[in-house]
């Protein structure tokens, strides 16, 4: 088995054993962790989910299939641009400025009208210490109908203390033949930049023309004469900037995200440059971490252009 199969086969397992610790997925953004996520929470949700899984009829189904909530699911996700998942999250603290409900609060409740209650935490490597140990505990005296479901992008930075609490679900990108097969045609840039993982095709595609522009952009990398840079730096801005309106992102994430397009292009296509590699690289760190784009990028490309 390939790509997702063998991770949908296990959680099917989960499902017609009826296993209830928490389960980990695990796999590279895209590729399908938080799919598989949704398919185990509404399984436990479901009340006349089967061996086979959720009916898919009843209300909670058609709630959760309709617009991915219900009453006795909780999501946490990472706050803030440090995103981070704070201990406030988990046990109630009313220094923490966040309208959710924290989960140990989220669990004291019987489910309302699901099966169970089940909390679904994504990027599970962004919990800090203090909230991985409050989880923990509030897993110890959790009631025998709460689920823990959680997904990460960066399995080795999940504290070991929660990693060994859970069934651990790999979630590998499909083969070239599967990818293919689901998405009838693939352009050069879609594959790169997606680096084969389905979700980020889609997003790829959601603001295709940003993308294609940047993709050309790239190309004319090669070959370019020194005194093109300043040129190149100026389109590149405006290339990444396109992505704003179609992705909804701010303009220092989509500065970000051309970079790490950038960054895979010369993989790529300069695999002798390392020294052009580590140039980008470094400007995408110092974009994430507030620097001016205008100051960053000029002297970037001046190092990208030439023999
Ligand atoms: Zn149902």
Redesign the pocket.
């Known amino acids: 088995m390939i790509g997702l199969a063998s991770a949908r086969a296990a959680v099917d397992g989960i499902i017609a054993t009826g296993r209830s610790a928490p389960v980990l997925f695990y796999g590279a953004i895209g590729a399908g962790k938080s799919l598989l996520a949704e398919r185990l929470a ?1 399984a436990w949700l ?4 089967s061996q086979d899984g ?5 209300q ?2 058609r709630t959760f299939l309709d617009k991915g909530k219900a009453i006795d699911l909780q999501r946490i996700e990472p706050l803030g641009p440090s995103r981070i998942i704070r201990v406030g999250q988990i046990v109630p603290d009313s220094a923490l400025d966040w309208e959710g409900t924290a989960v140990t609060t989220f669990l004291q409740t019987l489910p309302t009208v699901g099966r169970n209650r089940v909390v679904l935490i994504e990027d599970a490597d962004r919990m800090n210490q203090d909230a991985a140990n409050a989880l923990l505990k509030t897993l110890e005296e959790a009631s025998a109908r709460a689920r823990l479901i959680l997904t990460t992008s960066a399995i080795s930075r999940v504290m070991p203390t929660i990693r060994s609490r859970c069934i651990a679900i790999a979630c590998e990108l499909p083969g070239y033949d599967e990818l293919a097969g689901q998405f009838a045609s693939l352009e050069p840039h879609e594959l790169l930049f997606s680096e084969g993982a389905p979700g980020v095709i889609h997003h790829v595609r959601e603001a295709d023309e940003a993308y294609r522009t940047l993709f050309a952009l790239f190309e004319d990398l090669s070959g370019a004469p020194p005194g093109a840079a300043l040129v190149l730096s100026e389109r590149f801005k405006e290339a990444a900037e396109a992505l704003e309106k179609p992705t909804g992102q701010t303009s220092r994430a989509c500065h970000a995200e051309a970079l790490r397009c950038l960054a895979l292009w010369i993989r790529s296509r300069m695999p002798g440059h390392p020294d052009r590699l580590a140039a980008v690289v470094e400007t995408h760190r110092r974009i994430v971490g507030n620097a001016s784009a205008n100051l960053a990028f000029d002297p970037l490309f001046a190092t990208l252009v030439g023999p």
Do not use: I, N, S, Y
């Open positions: 509404l479901c009340p006349k989910a959720p009916c898919g009829e009843c909670v189904c």
